[in-house]
């Protein structure tokens, strides 16, 4: 049975990141707690972890979730009436100002999500900003820490 504890952890990571580097919580964190539950709930295999990536490009901070069931690519749906889930593409739809998921080197996918935000400030926390997390999405490991192969990406252009 999948946890939401990486789930949490994304989350909390990038309330920390976008407190850091000067940007609104919100939207972005419930964007992210979106995508990483559903990594966490549907691209999860046991023993792999999904991967967690901020960063800012202009005026544009991306959101990407990377998990490990490329062939599982999300779709919108309705869910049903009385479901308890099913709606997280739903409200990172709604937030999200773009959105989509793109396969990479098998077995992964990648979801994203972007927002608009107000230009940093040369020389502020975040001009030119990046941030890259591993995430377990199970007991195993401590998720909040970034993992040891992991190494920030050079802010890319989408």
Not at 106 to 132: H, Q
């Amino acid at each position: 049975m999948p946890t939401p504890r990486g789930a949490r952890s994304a989350r909390r990571i990038t309330e920390e990141r976008l407190s850091e580097w000067g940007l609104p919580l919100d939207p972005a964190r419930q964007i992210v707690a979106e995508l990483a539950a559903n990594a966490a709930t549907h691209g999860r295999i046991s023993g792999r972890c999904f991967r967690l990536t901020l960063y800012v490009v202009k005026d544009t901070l991306r959101m990407e979730v990377t998990d490990t069931q490329g062939h599982l690519m999300p779709h919108l749906a309705p869910p049903e009436d009385d479901s308890e889930s099913g709606r997280g593409l739903l409200i990172v739809e709604a937030l999200a100002d773009r959105w989509g998921a793109s396969v990479g080197a098998r077995p992964r996918k990648t979801v994203w999500a972007e927002l608009k935000v107000d230009l940093p400030e040369p020389g502020s926390p975040c001009f030119g900003c990046t941030g890259d997390y591993l995430l377990k999405a199970t007991r195993e490991k401590d998720p909040t820490k970034p993992h040891p192969s992991s190494r920030p990406q050079e802010p890319r252009h989408p």
